[in-house]
């Protein structure tokens, strides 16, 4: 049985695993907020600090002049203010956007991945990351007879699985139906539903 990936959901799940996982991400995305606050807080702070006091700085150029509020003077200073705080965002957002974009690429996530049914047993094929090795993937079998709990978290579409099975890592690329799994274990493994049809609908129809 071929279950095929739902791949616009498994890149929502992985980026929802860094911001919540990841360091990098999540210091980024704190920063962003920061910036954020305090571009718009000094852009209120100048504005007001500018008209209570006029003479105190080159500003006073801008906001008045001899016969009173210069009105095109205060258009050019709300312009150059608005220009920092769009700068501010603006930048802060790309950094975020760019942390998106690069760190899935080097996180440990499943790239060239396969999942199948064969012999009772569900076996996911995949490449660790971008810098494995060409001809290297990594097998995990799990015994679907001997499935004793499974957990599953609707909102991060997190599998729990606790039963029997192996993982292995092979130094070729062999065919899927060769490969044997004879050292199946109690353990305990996390997968992600981002599979057509439902791996946790799959997985209760064996349990």
């Keep these: 049985m071929d279950i095929t990936i739902d791949y ?17 991400y999540r210091v980024i995305d704190m920063t962003e907020r920061i910036i954020k606050k305090i571009a718009i807080g000094l852009f209120i702070f ?13 500003e006073n150029m801008f906001v008045r002049s001899t016969s009173g509020i210069n009105i095109a003077g205060v258009i050019v200073l709300i312009f150059i203010e608005c220009n920092t705080v769009f ?27 396969s999942m199948n049914i064969i012999d009772n047993k569900l076996i996911c094929s995949y490449k660790q990351n971008i810098f494995s090795p060409f001809n290297q993937r990594t097998f995990l079998a799990i015994d679907l007879s001997r499935i004793y709990s499974i957990d599953y978290d609707e909102s991060s579409h997190e599998i729990v699985i606790d039963g029997y099975m192996e993982e292995k890592t092979i130094e070729y690329s062999p065919v899927l139906e060769t490969v044997k799994f004879e050292e199946m274990r109690h353990n305990t493994t996390k997968l992600y539903d981002y599979y057509s049809p439902s791996l946790y609908v799959i997985l209760n129809q064996y349990k």
């Excluded at 959901?9 to 990841?22: C, F, H, M, W």
């Design 46 to 58: 100048n504005l007001v600090f500018y008209f209570l006091f006029p003479n105190s700085s080159i």
């Design 8 to 24: 616009d959901l498994k890149s929502k799940i992985e980026l929802e695993n860094l911001g919540k996982n990841n360091a990098a």
């Design 87 to 113: 700068f501010a965002v603006g930048f802060s957002m790309m950094m975020k956007y760019a942390v998106k974009a690069f760190l899935p690429i080097i996180a440990l996530s499943k790239m060239d991945e």
